[in-house]
């Protein structure tokens, strides 16, 4: 069975400080991870899908790293505005179009 | 603007009542989807479809049923059947020809359903 979890469950940061959530999975042959940010009361918003072990992206603020058993979301010097739920999911090869998703970590960052 | 719409953002039922949430989208895209979210969980999949007249359960079907009669809209009815039917609803879609990412999925605002 596909699984995911994420770390920490919650995460308070002041304005500034760098940290990285983790997301650990195990799946029977990975087609692909994604990274969401989710806001309070509002839809899951796309933010990166890595493909393979090694492959990094970058949008703003944001890092996303990929292992063969993890990946890492880095935060640089984060803002207020970065404050959500990051969600984690992946796609398995005997999944189909199927998702499978952690937990999230929840981001509070204060000013 | 292309994109999903959800409605309605709010919904109440009693207990015992069928309720049907509405999703539609006019991103031309094949492949719709329910997922369900509880307070500090992950998404978990009720259905989807990945194409006109066809769909499949998900991971947590019991008690919910869909539709797929056209290619813009996936209807989700929540059954007195569910024993736990209070939650956030959330329909998405993904199509490979158009997203340029094979299994991207755009989410809609969701419906947030309270059952009493």
């Known amino acids: 069975e596909d699984q995911v979890t994420q770390s920490p469950e919650a995460l308070r940061l002041q304005e500034g400080e760098s940290s990285s959530l983790n997301c650990s999975y195990t799946?029977?042959?990975?087609?692909?991870l994604f990274w969401y940010r989710q806001d309070p009361g509002k839809g899951p918003e796309f933010l990166f899908t890595?493909?393979?072990a090694g492959e990094e992206k970058e949008k703003e603020r944001l890092k996303a790293t990929l292992t063969k058993k993890e990946s890492f979301l880095h935060i640089t010097a984060p803002k207020p505005e970065d404050s959500a739920t990051y969600l984690c999911a992946v796609q398995a090869s005997a999944a189909g179009n199927k998702l499978t998703f952690g937990g999230g970590t929840r981001v509070l960052v204060k000013p | 603007d292309g994109g999903i719409t959800q409605s309605p953002k709010y919904l109440f039922r009693k207990e015992g009542q069928n309720v049907t949430l509405s999703c539609e989208q006019n991103?031309?895209?094949?492949?719709m989807y329910w997922y369900r979210q509880d307070p500090g969980q992950g998404l978990r999949l009720i259905y989807y479809?990945?194409?006109?007249?066809?769909?499949q359960k998900g991971d947590i079907a019991e008690g919910y049923s869909v539709s797929r009669e056209k290619k813009e809209s996936f209807p989700l009815t929540v059954t007195s059947a569910q024993k736990n039917p209070t939650a956030f609803y959330l329909c998405a879609s993904s199509d490979p020809r158009t997203s340029g990412n094979l299994y991207e999925q755009y989410f809609g605002p969701g419906t947030r359903l309270t059952v009493t």
């Open positions: 479809s990945q194409i006109v007249n066809d769909f």
């Open positions: 799946v029977s042959g990975l087609r692909g």
């Open positions: 890595l493909y393979s």
């Open positions: 991103l031309n895209h094949d492949a």
